[in-house]
Protein backbone atom coordinates (compact mmCIF):
# COMPACT_ATOMS: atom_id res chain seq x y z
CA UNK A 1 0.00 0.00 0.00
CA UNK A 2 1.53 3.35 -1.24
CA UNK A 3 2.01 6.15 1.50
CA UNK A 4 -0.66 8.98 1.38
CA UNK A 5 0.98 12.43 2.09
CA UNK A 6 -0.71 14.18 4.25
CA UNK A 7 -0.92 17.35 4.10
CA UNK A 8 0.93 19.94 6.45
CA UNK A 9 -1.77 21.78 8.65
CA UNK A 10 -1.70 25.85 7.08
CA UNK A 11 0.33 28.60 9.80
CA UNK A 12 -2.50 31.42 9.87
CA UNK A 13 -0.22 32.95 12.02
CA UNK A 14 2.80 33.28 9.33
CA UNK A 15 2.98 37.24 8.45
CA UNK A 16 1.92 36.62 5.08
CA UNK A 17 -1.55 34.91 6.07
CA UNK A 18 -2.00 37.75 8.98
CA UNK A 19 -1.68 40.48 6.29
CA UNK A 20 -4.02 39.22 3.66
CA UNK A 21 -6.26 38.54 6.37
CA UNK A 22 -5.78 42.23 7.12
CA UNK A 23 -6.54 43.26 3.68
CA UNK A 24 -9.80 41.39 3.28
CA UNK A 25 -10.94 42.85 6.51
CA UNK A 26 -10.17 46.46 5.16
CA UNK A 27 -12.12 45.54 1.85
CA UNK A 28 -14.74 44.29 3.50
CA UNK A 29 -15.02 47.80 5.98
CA UNK A 30 -14.48 49.78 2.71
CA UNK A 31 -17.35 48.43 1.05
CA UNK A 32 -19.31 49.00 4.09
CA UNK A 33 -18.30 52.22 4.42
CA UNK A 34 -19.56 52.93 0.17
CA UNK A 35 -22.82 51.61 0.95
CA UNK A 36 -23.40 53.59 3.96
CA UNK A 37 -21.69 56.68 2.12
CA UNK A 38 -24.32 55.82 -0.61
CA UNK A 39 -26.75 55.61 1.38
CA UNK A 40 -26.02 58.81 3.46
CA UNK A 41 -25.36 61.02 -0.15
CA UNK A 42 -28.95 59.33 -1.39
CA UNK A 43 -30.82 60.70 2.07
CA UNK A 44 -29.41 63.91 2.11
CA UNK A 45 -29.92 64.40 -1.64
CA UNK A 46 -33.51 64.01 -0.82
CA UNK A 47 -33.41 65.83 2.52
CA UNK A 48 -32.28 68.79 0.48
CA UNK A 49 -34.99 68.33 -2.27
CA UNK A 50 -37.93 68.04 0.58
CA UNK A 51 -36.33 71.49 2.24
CA UNK A 52 -36.00 73.40 -1.10
CA UNK A 53 -39.82 72.29 -1.99
CA UNK A 54 -41.11 73.56 2.01
CA UNK A 55 -39.04 76.46 2.10
CA UNK A 56 -40.77 77.63 -1.09
CA UNK A 57 -43.92 75.90 -0.82
CA UNK A 58 -45.54 76.62 3.05
CA UNK A 59 -46.37 80.10 1.68
CA UNK A 60 -49.24 78.79 -0.22
CA UNK A 61 -50.44 76.59 2.44
CA UNK A 62 -52.33 79.48 3.98
CA UNK A 63 -53.95 82.30 2.63
CA UNK A 64 -54.24 86.43 3.26
CA UNK A 65 -57.71 86.87 3.37
CA UNK A 66 -59.40 91.13 4.46
CA UNK A 67 -62.37 91.22 6.24
CA UNK A 68 -64.82 93.81 4.68
CA UNK A 69 -68.25 94.79 5.36
CA UNK A 70 -70.27 95.39 2.13
CA UNK A 71 -73.48 97.32 2.34
CA UNK A 72 -75.95 95.45 -0.14
CA UNK A 73 -77.98 98.52 -0.80
CA UNK A 74 -81.56 97.72 -2.79
CA UNK A 75 -80.06 99.91 -4.93
CA UNK A 76 -77.13 98.50 -6.21
CA UNK A 77 -79.17 94.49 -5.50
CA UNK A 78 -82.42 93.65 -7.08
CA UNK A 79 -84.32 91.77 -4.53
CA UNK A 80 -86.22 89.70 -7.05
CA UNK A 81 -83.21 88.74 -8.45
CA UNK A 82 -79.93 88.92 -6.50
CA UNK A 83 -78.09 87.36 -9.13
CA UNK A 84 -78.35 90.74 -11.43
CA UNK A 85 -77.20 93.74 -9.70
CA UNK A 86 -74.15 95.90 -9.39
CA UNK A 87 -71.55 94.63 -7.28
CA UNK A 88 -68.24 96.35 -8.32
CA UNK A 89 -70.79 99.53 -7.06
CA UNK A 90 -71.38 97.04 -3.54
CA UNK A 91 -67.43 96.30 -3.47
CA UNK A 92 -66.54 100.04 -4.06
CA UNK A 93 -69.18 100.88 -1.35
CA UNK A 94 -67.44 98.78 0.93
CA UNK A 95 -63.94 100.10 0.81
CA UNK A 96 -64.96 104.07 0.47
CA UNK A 97 -66.52 102.73 4.22
CA UNK A 98 -63.27 102.00 5.42
CA UNK A 99 -61.44 104.72 3.67
CA UNK A 100 -63.82 107.80 3.14
CA UNK A 101 -60.67 110.27 2.50
CA UNK A 102 -59.70 107.90 -0.65
CA UNK A 103 -61.31 109.82 -4.27
CA UNK A 104 -60.81 110.04 -7.24
CA UNK A 105 -57.84 107.34 -9.28
CA UNK A 106 -56.79 106.64 -5.63
CA UNK A 107 -60.08 104.34 -5.26
CA UNK A 108 -59.37 101.63 -8.54
CA UNK A 109 -55.43 101.47 -6.89
CA UNK A 110 -57.06 100.99 -3.17
CA UNK A 111 -59.36 98.14 -4.86
CA UNK A 112 -56.34 96.13 -6.07
CA UNK A 113 -55.69 95.21 -2.45
CA UNK A 114 -58.38 93.04 -3.00
CA UNK A 115 -58.63 89.47 -5.43
CA UNK A 116 -60.14 90.53 -9.04
CA UNK A 117 -62.94 88.12 -8.24
CA UNK A 118 -64.14 90.37 -4.86
CA UNK A 119 -67.38 91.23 -6.61
CA UNK A 120 -68.74 87.69 -7.70
CA UNK A 121 -67.85 86.09 -4.09
CA UNK A 122 -69.90 89.02 -2.90
CA UNK A 123 -72.80 88.03 -5.99
CA UNK A 124 -72.52 84.45 -5.07
CA UNK A 125 -73.10 85.30 -1.00
CA UNK A 126 -76.06 87.45 -1.43
CA UNK A 127 -77.95 84.70 -3.77
CA UNK A 128 -76.77 82.10 -1.31
CA UNK A 129 -78.59 84.58 1.41
CA UNK A 130 -81.11 86.91 0.23
CA UNK A 131 -81.72 88.61 3.13
CA UNK A 132 -78.81 90.51 3.70
CA UNK A 133 -80.49 92.95 1.05
CA UNK A 134 -80.88 96.04 3.07
CA UNK A 135 -78.44 95.20 5.68
CA UNK A 136 -74.82 94.43 5.72
CA UNK A 137 -73.04 91.33 4.31
CA UNK A 138 -69.59 90.79 6.59
CA UNK A 139 -67.07 88.47 3.89
CA UNK A 140 -63.64 87.90 4.18
CA UNK A 141 -61.88 87.92 0.65
CA UNK A 142 -58.78 86.99 -0.61
CA UNK A 143 -56.17 89.70 -1.15
CA UNK A 144 -54.53 89.72 -4.50
CA UNK A 145 -51.85 88.17 -5.14
CA UNK A 146 -49.30 91.12 -4.29
CA UNK A 147 -50.22 91.75 -1.10
CA UNK A 148 -50.91 88.27 -0.65
CA UNK A 149 -47.14 88.29 -0.73
CA UNK A 150 -46.41 91.61 0.96
CA UNK A 151 -47.72 89.89 3.93
CA UNK A 152 -46.18 86.74 3.49
CA UNK A 153 -42.69 88.70 3.03
CA UNK A 154 -41.92 87.87 -0.37
CA UNK A 155 -42.02 90.87 -1.72
CA UNK A 156 -39.81 93.06 0.28
CA UNK A 157 -40.59 96.56 2.11
CA UNK A 158 -37.34 98.14 2.02
CA UNK A 159 -36.80 98.42 -1.64
CA UNK A 160 -37.44 101.28 -4.10
CA UNK A 161 -41.73 101.62 -4.92
CA UNK A 162 -40.34 100.99 -8.40
CA UNK A 163 -38.82 97.98 -7.88
CA UNK A 164 -42.07 96.06 -6.59
CA UNK A 165 -45.64 95.63 -7.52
CA UNK A 166 -47.48 97.84 -4.55
CA UNK A 167 -46.93 101.35 -4.05
CA UNK A 168 -46.43 103.31 -1.04
CA UNK A 169 -49.81 104.23 -0.78
CA UNK A 170 -50.85 101.27 -1.12
CA UNK A 171 -48.57 99.56 1.68
CA UNK A 172 -50.16 102.31 3.93
CA UNK A 173 -53.40 101.34 3.17
CA UNK A 174 -52.98 97.71 3.94
CA UNK A 175 -51.31 98.21 6.95
CA UNK A 176 -54.08 100.12 8.24
CA UNK A 177 -56.61 97.16 7.42
CA UNK A 178 -53.89 95.15 9.15
CA UNK A 179 -53.83 97.51 12.13
CA UNK A 180 -57.73 97.45 12.33
CA UNK A 181 -57.81 93.14 12.36
CA UNK A 182 -58.98 93.14 8.92
CA UNK A 183 -56.48 91.28 7.52
CA UNK A 184 -55.44 87.40 8.93
CA UNK A 185 -54.16 84.46 7.70
CA UNK A 186 -55.91 81.22 7.71
CA UNK A 187 -55.39 77.74 6.09
CA UNK A 188 -55.79 77.92 2.52
CA UNK A 189 -58.04 75.30 1.93
CA UNK A 190 -58.56 76.53 -1.21
CA UNK A 191 -55.51 75.10 -2.17
CA UNK A 192 -57.59 71.73 -2.41
CA UNK A 193 -61.11 72.71 -3.20
CA UNK A 194 -60.67 75.32 -5.74
CA UNK A 195 -59.82 74.46 -9.84
CA UNK A 196 -57.60 76.65 -11.07
CA UNK A 197 -57.21 80.52 -12.02
CA UNK A 198 -55.55 83.05 -13.68
CA UNK A 199 -55.41 84.53 -10.24
CA UNK A 200 -52.82 82.65 -7.80
CA UNK A 201 -54.87 83.66 -4.89
CA UNK A 202 -58.01 81.61 -5.73
CA UNK A 203 -56.15 78.94 -7.93
CA UNK A 204 -56.34 75.34 -6.59
CA UNK A 205 -55.38 71.77 -7.53
CA UNK A 206 -59.13 70.24 -7.32
CA UNK A 207 -59.74 70.17 -11.01
CA UNK A 208 -56.24 68.19 -11.03
CA UNK A 209 -57.25 66.05 -8.07
CA UNK A 210 -60.21 64.55 -9.39
CA UNK A 211 -58.99 64.53 -12.97
CA UNK A 212 -55.87 62.42 -11.78
CA UNK A 213 -58.81 60.40 -9.91
CA UNK A 214 -60.49 59.63 -13.01
CA UNK A 215 -57.42 58.80 -15.22
CA UNK A 216 -56.35 56.25 -12.49
CA UNK A 217 -59.23 54.77 -12.15
CA UNK A 218 -59.65 53.89 -16.11
CA UNK A 219 -56.05 52.80 -15.56
CA UNK A 220 -56.73 50.58 -12.66
CA UNK A 221 -59.82 48.93 -14.17
CA UNK A 222 -57.92 48.67 -17.74
CA UNK A 223 -54.61 47.31 -16.61
CA UNK A 224 -55.36 45.03 -13.22
CA UNK A 225 -57.38 42.40 -15.02
CA UNK A 226 -55.60 42.45 -18.48
CA UNK A 227 -52.31 42.39 -16.43
CA UNK A 228 -52.81 39.48 -14.23
CA UNK A 229 -54.58 37.50 -17.01
CA UNK A 230 -51.88 37.96 -19.19
CA UNK A 231 -49.15 37.16 -16.38
CA UNK A 232 -51.39 34.31 -15.64
CA UNK A 233 -51.73 32.79 -18.89
CA UNK A 234 -47.95 33.00 -19.40
CA UNK A 235 -46.92 31.39 -16.17
CA UNK A 236 -49.27 28.49 -16.14
CA UNK A 237 -50.69 27.49 -19.02
CA UNK A 238 -48.19 28.94 -21.93
CA UNK A 239 -46.23 26.57 -23.80
CA UNK A 240 -42.57 27.67 -23.74
CA UNK A 241 -41.56 28.79 -27.37
CA UNK A 242 -39.60 30.55 -29.02
CA UNK A 243 -43.10 32.72 -29.36
CA UNK A 244 -43.41 32.77 -25.72
CA UNK A 245 -40.59 33.65 -24.89
CA UNK A 246 -40.10 36.64 -27.78
CA UNK A 247 -43.58 37.84 -25.62
CA UNK A 248 -41.83 37.61 -22.52
CA UNK A 249 -38.59 39.60 -23.75
CA UNK A 250 -40.92 42.56 -25.49
CA UNK A 251 -42.83 42.94 -21.91
CA UNK A 252 -39.84 43.18 -20.60
CA UNK A 253 -38.67 45.60 -23.06
CA UNK A 254 -41.89 47.75 -22.60
CA UNK A 255 -41.12 48.22 -18.63
CA UNK A 256 -38.27 50.19 -19.84
CA UNK A 257 -39.59 52.29 -22.80
CA UNK A 258 -39.73 56.16 -21.83
CA UNK A 259 -43.45 57.36 -21.30
CA UNK A 260 -43.04 59.83 -23.88
CA UNK A 261 -43.42 57.35 -26.22
CA UNK A 262 -46.68 55.97 -24.93
CA UNK A 263 -48.05 59.39 -24.61
CA UNK A 264 -47.14 59.51 -28.85
CA UNK A 265 -48.84 55.85 -29.21
CA UNK A 266 -52.34 57.84 -27.58
CA UNK A 267 -51.78 60.79 -29.88
CA UNK A 268 -51.74 58.72 -32.75
CA UNK A 269 -54.17 56.06 -31.84
CA UNK A 270 -56.74 57.08 -29.47
CA UNK A 271 -56.93 60.62 -30.44
CA UNK A 272 -56.22 60.62 -34.42
CA UNK A 273 -57.46 57.66 -35.46
CA UNK A 274 -60.04 56.78 -32.93
CA UNK A 275 -60.84 60.35 -32.46
CA UNK A 276 -61.68 60.13 -28.34
CA UNK A 277 -62.25 63.40 -26.90
CA UNK A 278 -59.13 65.72 -26.14
CA UNK A 279 -57.34 66.45 -22.69
CA UNK A 280 -60.17 63.75 -21.25
CA UNK A 281 -59.19 61.41 -18.12
CA UNK A 282 -60.33 58.35 -20.20
CA UNK A 283 -57.66 58.67 -22.77
CA UNK A 284 -55.06 60.06 -20.19
CA UNK A 285 -56.61 57.00 -18.18
CA UNK A 286 -55.87 54.42 -21.13
CA UNK A 287 -52.53 55.80 -22.10
CA UNK A 288 -51.30 55.47 -18.17
CA UNK A 289 -52.81 51.90 -18.83
CA UNK A 290 -50.34 51.00 -21.20
CA UNK A 291 -47.26 52.32 -19.46
CA UNK A 292 -49.06 49.95 -16.12
CA UNK A 293 -49.71 46.76 -18.18
CA UNK A 294 -45.66 45.74 -18.46
CA UNK A 295 -45.18 46.55 -14.61
CA UNK A 296 -48.43 44.63 -13.13
CA UNK A 297 -47.21 41.50 -15.52
CA UNK A 298 -43.63 41.01 -14.49
CA UNK A 299 -44.79 41.79 -10.82
CA UNK A 300 -47.75 39.05 -11.15
CA UNK A 301 -46.02 36.86 -12.50
CA UNK A 302 -42.73 37.07 -9.86
CA UNK A 303 -45.86 36.50 -7.22
CA UNK A 304 -46.99 33.46 -8.66
CA UNK A 305 -43.42 31.57 -9.21
CA UNK A 306 -43.05 32.83 -5.10
CA UNK A 307 -45.70 30.21 -4.28
CA UNK A 308 -44.40 26.90 -3.62
CA UNK A 309 -45.20 24.09 -6.20
CA UNK A 310 -46.74 21.91 -3.07
CA UNK A 311 -49.04 24.06 -2.90
CA UNK A 312 -50.26 23.28 -6.75
CA UNK A 313 -49.16 19.87 -6.39
CA UNK A 314 -52.02 19.57 -3.37
CA UNK A 315 -54.92 20.83 -5.07
CA UNK A 316 -54.24 18.54 -8.22
CA UNK A 317 -53.54 15.79 -6.37
CA UNK A 318 -57.35 15.95 -4.19
CA UNK A 319 -58.89 16.44 -7.67
CA UNK A 320 -59.04 20.35 -8.69
CA UNK A 321 -58.72 21.27 -12.04
CA UNK A 322 -55.86 23.42 -13.49
CA UNK A 323 -58.66 26.46 -13.02
CA UNK A 324 -59.39 25.76 -9.90
CA UNK A 325 -56.09 25.23 -8.63
CA UNK A 326 -55.16 28.88 -10.11
CA UNK A 327 -58.28 30.36 -8.82
CA UNK A 328 -58.98 28.90 -5.25
CA UNK A 329 -54.98 28.51 -4.28
CA UNK A 330 -52.31 30.44 -5.93
CA UNK A 331 -53.76 33.77 -7.09
CA UNK A 332 -55.03 34.08 -3.26
CA UNK A 333 -51.58 33.67 -1.98
CA UNK A 334 -50.02 35.31 -4.78
CA UNK A 335 -52.63 38.75 -4.13
CA UNK A 336 -50.38 40.28 -1.79
CA UNK A 337 -47.29 40.67 -4.34
CA UNK A 338 -49.92 41.12 -7.22
CA UNK A 339 -51.58 44.53 -5.20
CA UNK A 340 -48.44 45.77 -4.17
CA UNK A 341 -46.89 45.78 -7.39
CA UNK A 342 -50.14 47.46 -8.36
CA UNK A 343 -50.36 50.21 -6.35
CA UNK A 344 -46.61 50.91 -7.38
CA UNK A 345 -47.55 50.84 -10.96
CA UNK A 346 -50.55 53.28 -10.23
CA UNK A 347 -48.11 55.46 -8.07
CA UNK A 348 -45.67 55.37 -11.05
CA UNK A 349 -48.22 56.29 -13.18
CA UNK A 350 -49.66 59.29 -11.06
CA UNK A 351 -46.50 60.74 -11.32
CA UNK A 352 -46.19 61.05 -15.02
CA UNK A 353 -46.70 64.09 -16.98
CA UNK A 354 -44.88 63.35 -20.90
CA UNK A 355 -48.10 61.45 -21.57
CA UNK A 356 -50.26 63.45 -20.43
CA UNK A 357 -49.54 66.84 -21.87
CA UNK A 358 -49.27 65.19 -25.29
CA UNK A 359 -52.93 63.75 -24.84
CA UNK A 360 -53.82 67.13 -23.96
CA UNK A 361 -54.17 66.54 -20.19
CA UNK A 362 -52.87 70.47 -19.63
CA UNK A 363 -56.19 72.15 -20.24
CA UNK A 364 -56.91 75.60 -18.09
CA UNK A 365 -60.66 74.17 -16.78
CA UNK A 366 -61.92 76.42 -14.14
CA UNK A 367 -64.29 73.91 -12.45
CA UNK A 368 -63.13 70.21 -11.63
CA UNK A 369 -64.58 67.26 -14.28
CA UNK A 370 -67.33 65.99 -14.17
CA UNK A 371 -66.50 62.46 -15.74
CA UNK A 372 -63.72 60.89 -17.51
CA UNK A 373 -65.16 62.49 -21.10
CA UNK A 374 -64.71 66.34 -19.95
CA UNK A 375 -61.53 68.05 -20.47
CA UNK A 376 -59.65 68.12 -17.05
CA UNK A 377 -56.03 67.91 -15.96
CA UNK A 378 -53.95 65.93 -13.82
CA UNK A 379 -51.61 66.50 -10.74
CA UNK A 380 -48.17 67.16 -12.99
CA UNK A 381 -49.45 68.61 -15.33
CA UNK A 382 -50.98 71.32 -13.39
CA UNK A 383 -47.67 71.70 -11.59
CA UNK A 384 -46.03 71.94 -14.89
CA UNK A 385 -48.53 74.47 -16.01
CA UNK A 386 -47.85 76.51 -12.67
CA UNK A 387 -44.26 76.30 -13.20
CA UNK A 388 -44.64 78.05 -16.25
CA UNK A 389 -46.57 80.97 -15.03
CA UNK A 390 -44.92 84.04 -14.45
CA UNK A 391 -47.08 85.25 -11.13
CA UNK A 392 -44.77 85.52 -8.22
CA UNK A 393 -47.67 83.35 -6.73
CA UNK A 394 -47.23 80.22 -9.35
CA UNK A 395 -43.86 79.91 -7.74
CA UNK A 396 -45.15 78.94 -4.06
CA UNK A 397 -48.18 77.09 -5.98
CA UNK A 398 -45.34 75.27 -7.77
CA UNK A 399 -43.86 73.91 -4.72
CA UNK A 400 -47.19 73.19 -3.01
CA UNK A 401 -48.54 70.92 -5.57
CA UNK A 402 -45.04 69.43 -6.04
CA UNK A 403 -45.73 68.91 -1.99
CA UNK A 404 -48.78 67.25 -2.78
CA UNK A 405 -48.61 65.23 -5.27
CA UNK A 406 -45.56 63.52 -3.02
CA UNK A 407 -48.03 63.38 -0.16
CA UNK A 408 -50.60 60.93 -2.46
CA UNK A 409 -47.15 59.01 -3.85
CA UNK A 410 -46.33 58.34 -0.17
CA UNK A 411 -50.00 57.27 0.65
CA UNK A 412 -49.81 54.81 -2.15
CA UNK A 413 -46.72 53.28 -1.28
CA UNK A 414 -48.11 52.99 2.57
CA UNK A 415 -51.16 51.14 0.97
CA UNK A 416 -48.70 48.54 -0.48
CA UNK A 417 -46.53 48.12 2.27
CA UNK A 418 -49.51 47.69 4.63
CA UNK A 419 -51.17 45.19 2.50
CA UNK A 420 -47.88 43.61 1.83
CA UNK A 421 -47.40 42.95 5.56
CA UNK A 422 -51.04 42.15 6.16
CA UNK A 423 -51.40 39.78 3.62
CA UNK A 424 -48.50 38.09 3.22
CA UNK A 425 -48.17 34.58 3.75
CA UNK A 426 -45.17 32.49 5.32
CA UNK A 427 -44.31 28.87 4.56
Given at each position: ???????????????????????????????????????????????????????????????????????????????????????????????????????????????????????????????????????????????????????????????????????????????????????????????????????????????????????????????????????????????????????????????????????????AVFLNFFGLPRSAPLVGGMVLALMTLPTIIIVTRASLKAVPPSIREGALGVGASAHQVITHHVLPLALPGIMTGTIIGLAQALGET??????????????????????????????????????????????????????????????????????????
Open positions: MADVAIPRPIDWSTAEAVSRRRRRHAADRRLQLYGMGAITLAIGLLGILIVSLISTGYTAFVQTMVTIDFPISAENVDPEDPARGNYRAVVQAGLDELFPDVKGPDRRALGQILTNNTQFMVRDAVVADPSVIGGTLKLSIPASDPFDQLNKGTIPRDVPESERRVSDQQIEWFDQLEADGRVSTPFNWGLFFNADSRFPELAGLAGAIVGSFYALLVCFLISFPIGIAAAVYLEEFAPKNRWTDLIEVNINNLAAVPSIVFGLLGLAPLLLVGMNAFITSPPGGILDASTALPTQVFIWADSPERGFVALTSAGILVLLGFLIIMNSIAIFLRQRLEKTW
